[in-house]
């Protein structure tokens, strides 16, 4: 049974940064595509960031250049740098774990999903 938990989140002002992290275990993270999804208020899910165990991270276009995937395969650990935060930011934060497929920029590219952390960017 693979699990991930979320950690990191909180309230920050616009301009601000957090950096989430995302504990898996099991023993086969290193081949994990790790991925980031959020969930803004009254809004459907939507990816922000991904990394495949080969080959550069991916990004949604609405974070390129504010925020980094990174991860430590001896941590099994994933995590998601945000810098200059908006308040449009704002939303619940999942992390994501899936074996590799083509497609890693929605759900269905993940097998095992995060409880979620809140992510509140002030203006």
């Known amino acids: 049974q693979v699990q991930l938990v979320e950690s990191g989140g909180g309230l920050v002002q616009a301009g601000g940064s957090l950096r989430l992290s995302c504990a898996v275990s099991?023993?086969?993270?290193?081949?994990?595509?790790m991925g980031w999804f959020r969930q803004p208020p009254g809004k459907e899910r939507e990816f922000v960031a991904a990394?495949?165990?080969?080959?550069?991270?991916t990004y949604a276009d609405s974070v390129k250049g504010r925020f980094t995937i990174s991860r430590d395969d001896a941590k099994n650990t994933v995590y998601l740098q945000m810098n200059s935060l908006k308040p449009e930011d704002t939303a619940i934060y999942y992390c994501?774990?899936?074996?590799?497929?083509?497609?890693?920029?929605?759900?269905?590219?993940?097998?095992?999903w995060g409880q979620g952390t809140q992510v509140t960017v002030s203006s």
């Open positions: 099991g023993r086969t993270f290193s081949s994990y595509t």
């Open positions: 990394s495949r165990w080969s080959g550069g991270p």
């Open positions: 994501a774990a899936g074996v590799p497929r083509p497609v890693v920029t929605t759900s269905r590219g993940y097998d095992y």
